[in-house]
Structures are given as structure tokens and as C-alpha cells.
């Protein structure tokens, strides 16, 4: 009963440092409670939102002392339960979505600090409007924010020319499990004094911390951009092309995404206003687009050159560039509706593995062999071709259900791709993170070196285990 008491009066330190206008209460709590796909619905003894690092602080250095855990929360649309809680007497949510001011631009520096609450397309907008960049770019970036993308080191459409999360940031502000406020915001190229300590909280899952604030590289704008859908013979094809396209351009390549014909009909039976650009006998499609911060640089030649050159080699069958901003977009609503297609048809198991780019077709090759010889299956098979990162998704046998499916072979399935990908010397989470629904795969493929390691960081950090329990390393 003490302990009970000890918390209950915790709780409403907690609430006093938040204020009516920080404390989430009710049936309001609900969709702070369940995970972007519905996968894990939980229970919180609260739901606050802090307004400054300074509250986090408090709140964290009362959790610490009385052992409640915190479970850090930006959007709230992780794939993983990464962001969800699961005890109504002994956890709380963070939620960080009212730090969300600007604390400087440097376009001298290209830079800008933000606090982690900021959603991913207003930090866009903050960097347009001084006619600058910030390239990290993916399909929930209306509402996931910084903190969260941060914290799962999020990867999106753009890897191929500036890297995943990790590599735009200069500088971080967080709060350790005991409270401190580690603020290392100097947004400098070169620091050569020691550990970098900001690495260790990027991709942490918040597991080691909350971050509150980043400073972020900016880029020049681009102001010729050109996109094309060329529809290729085969995933080795797609490859070839994308290395060519790469040395053709002088590596100005900023995106290169895969669809296959099976994702690009789901999305053509249930997206409106989208249209088959070749025939169904097209059963691969690349979509490369070149960009760069000089106005004239001829991009749509460079672009027109690699078609010619794919199409007397074989390699592109059909294909086109985009004759407007209006058709490029169209281009990418066929690639990024996939998601939204494929819960449109009941949903899918999804899988976010990774290998090197010379390993795809190989990957794919084996793969459709391996799971075809288990259970009847549907595939829906799309990605970043030009990080490696395929999404490869599986849908039951027609006339099954999710469920059904999900409680017979899928995890069998499952099993097999992450293995597949695992023995070609990738990843079976490539950008998704790890969160709570995929602890079991982190235990059976990272190395005991490697699990050891970070579990030596979680306890010196956080010997008390309060930050995010449950989460990566379970």
C-alpha cells in the first residue's frame, strides 16, 4: 500500500507540473493509447503533455525516484507499438507534441534548432521559407514529428542522396532517466572531444532518453527537379538503371522507388484519380528522380539519356518523364498510396527488410521461391530501391481473411523473409524500428556482442529501467 501511495502522490506532482492544459484525460486518451495500425491497444496511468524541456525534466526525475515507467511519444504513428504503453498504474505517456517552437535558423549554417514536438512538414516549411531544404521526407510526414522520427532513426524516400535520420542531425537536447538535461545544440561539422554522445539517443526508441530538441542540416533548395516511370524488365534491370542513372548524372539521383505490378493493381483498383501508365504486361516499375539547386543543368536530358540507353539494351520496356509538376506527382501518388491500398483490401503483414542494392534481385529471386513452397500467399512488393529497403508485404490467398491468415502461415512466412534477408547479410528492420512488436526478431538475429553492448548502455543509463520499458530490447 505504501508504494501504491508513493505513486498516487507522484502522479499528481505530475499533474501539477503539466497544468489543466498538459494532462489528457478520458476517451481523449484514447488514440494516444493504440498504435498507428491497431496492433497494440494500452493502458497509461496518464497522458501528459510538457511544454518545455524544463517539465520533462521534472517529470522524468519523479518517475525515476518512484519507478513509474515513461514512454515517449511524438505522432504517434509508429508500425512497431513503439509509442504505445501497456500498464495503467506504473507507466505514462509523454507526449511532446506541445514543444514544438523554433529555437533558431542559421541559413548561413544551414541549420535550424527545433523542439521535438515540431511535425515533419512544418519543419519543411521552416526550411523553405529560407529558401532551404530539410531533405527527410516519408508518407506520415503530416503528422509524425521530429522527436519520433529522430528517436527511430526514420529513413523515407530521400536515403539515397542525404542519408536517414541520424545523418541530418548536428546537435541534440535531451533528458537522461535521472532528470539531467544534456544539451549538446552547438550544431557544429566537427567536434572532436569525445564520444558522440547524440548518437547514442538516434534510434534508441527512446529507450535511453527523451529527445526534446535537434539542430538540423539544411540544403539548398532545389529548383530543377525531374522525374521519371520507366517501366524495366526485371529488378536487375531496376538496379542497372539506377547505377546508371547515378553515374550519368554525377550521383544528382534523390530518389529511386520500386513498384511491383502487384502493388501498382492494388493501388489502381482502390486509389481514385490514379491510371495505369503502361500495360499489365510491365511487372516492374522504377521511379528515379533527379534533382539539384542549379536552375539550369539539363536533368531532363540526362534523365531522356538513360531511357534511350535502357530501352536499346533491353532493360526498360516502357517508360516516360514527366512532362509537368503535375505528372510527377501523379507518378509518386501511384507509389505512395501503396499503404492506404493496401488497408483499403483488409491489410497486409508487413515486413521493412534491407540488403545491399546488388543483393535486391537476388533477395526477390529466392524469396518468391522459398514462400511459395510454405502456403499460398499474395505479395505486395515496393520500396526504396535505392537504399536497399524493400517493403515486403504479404497479403492472404484470396477469399482469406487477415485473421485467418495471420493465425495460419504468415508467421511461418515471416520467418522465412527475415531469415532470407538476415543470411544475405541484411536487416529485417530497416527503418521501422523495433518497438515492442518485433523484440523477439531483435533477440534472434543481433549478435550477443552486439545485444550485450546495448544492454550495458541501458543499464548505465537507466539502471532503474523507467525509460520506454519494453521496448527494443524487451
Not at 76 to 94: E, H, M, V, W
Not at 217 to 230: I, N
Not at 410 to 423: E, G, I, N, P, Y
Request: charged share 20%.
Amino acid at each position: 500500500m505504501e508504494n501504491f501511495m508513493d505513486i498516487e502522490t507522484a502522479l499528481k506532482q505530475i499533474v501539477n507540473i503539466v497544468g489543466r492544459r498538459g494532462l489528457i484525460k478520458g476517451a481523449d486518451a484514447g488514440p494516444y493509447l493504440q498504435d498507428e495500425r491497431a496492433l497494440f491497444h494500452g493502458e497509461a496511468a496518464l497522458v501528459v503533455k510538457p511544454a518545455s524541456v524544463e517539465e520533462c525534466s521534472q517529470i522524468i526525475t519523479i518517475a525515476q525516484d518512484c519507478g513509474i515507467g515513461v514512454i515517449p511519444q511524438g505522432g504517434n504513428t509508429s508500425y512497431c507499438g513503439g509509442a504505445t504503453p501497456f500498464d495503467s498504474k506504473r507507466q505514462i505517456i509523454l507526449n511532446l507534441s506541445r514543444m514544438n517552437d523554433i529555437r533558431e535558423v542559421d541559413p548561413v549554417n544551414s541549420t535550424m534548432t527545433v523542439e521535438a514536438g515540431m511535425v515533419l512538414s512544418d519543419a519543411h516549411t521552416l526550411a523553405q521559407n529560407h529558401n532551404l531544404m530539410f531533405p527527410l521526407s516519408m508518407g506520415s510526414q503530416g503528422s509524425c514529428q521530429i522527436g519520433g522520427v529522430l528517436s527511430t532513426n526514420a529513413g523515407g524516400i530521400s536515403v539515397l542522396r542525404y542519408g536517414s535520420a541520424r545523418d541530418l542531425v548536428l546537435g541534440l537536447e535531451a533528458v537522461l532517466p535521472n532528470g539531467e538535461i544534456l544539451s549538446e545544440l552547438k550544431g557544429l561539422r566537427k567536434d572532436n572531444t569525445g564520444y558522440d554522445l547524440k548518437g547514442l539517443f538516434l534510434g534508441a526508441e527512446g529507450t535511453l532518453g527523451v529527445i526534446t530538441a535537434a539542430v538540423l542540416k539544411l540544403f539548398p533548395e532545389p529548383l530543377s527537379r525531374q522525374t521519371a516511370l520507366l517501366g524495366v524488365a526485371s529488378p536487375q534491370a531496376a538496379c542497372d538503371l539506377l547505377a546508371q542513372a547515378q553515374q550519368d548524372s554525377d550521383e544528382q539521383v534523390i530518389s529511386a522507388e520500386y513498384i511491383s505490378r502487384e502493388s501498382l493493381n492494388i493501388v489502381l483498383a482502390k486509389i481514385a484519380g490514379t491510371r495505369d501508365p503502361f500495360d499489365d504486361s510491365v511487372r516492374h516499375v522504377l521511379l528515379l528522380e533527379l534533382a539539384t539547386s542549379q536552375s539550369e543543368t539539363g536533368l531532363r536530358n540526362i534523365l531522356e539519356k538513360v531511357l534511350q540507353k535502357g530501352v536499346v539494351s533491353g532493360k526498360v520496356v516502357d517508360g516516360v518523364v514527366a512532362e509537368s509538376m503535375r505528372q510527377a506527382l501523379e507518378f509518386w501518388k501511384l507509389r505512395e498510396s501503396i499503404p492506404e491500398a493496401e488497408r483499403c483490401i483488409g491489410g497486409s503483414v508487413k515486413h521493412d527488410i534491407s540488403v545491399r542494392i546488388s543483393q535486391i534481385p537476388e533477395f526477390l529471386d529466392k524469396a518468391g521461391k522459398m514462400l511459395n513452397a510454405i502456403a499460398p500467399h499474395r505479395l505486395s512488393v515496393f520500396g526504396h530501391i535505392g537504399d536497399g529497403n524493400l517493403h515486403y508485404n504479404l497479403l492472404p490467398p484470396t477469399g482469406s481473411t487477415l485473421k485467418s491468415f495471420q493465425e495460419g502461415p504468415a508467421q511461418k512466412l515471416s520467418d522465412s523473409v527475415h531469415d532470407l534477408a538476415v543470411m544475405l547479410g541484411g536487416s529485417f528492420s530497416a527503418e521501422h524500428g523495433i518497438g515492442v512488436l518485433k523484440c523477439d526478431e531483435f533477440r534472434k538475429y543481433k549478435s550477443p556482442a552486439s545485444i550485450g553492448l546495448m544492454r550495458t548502455l541501458k543499464g548505465a543509463l537507466d539502471p532503474r529501467g523507467i525509460m520506454n520499458p519494453g521496448k527494443l530490447l524487451g
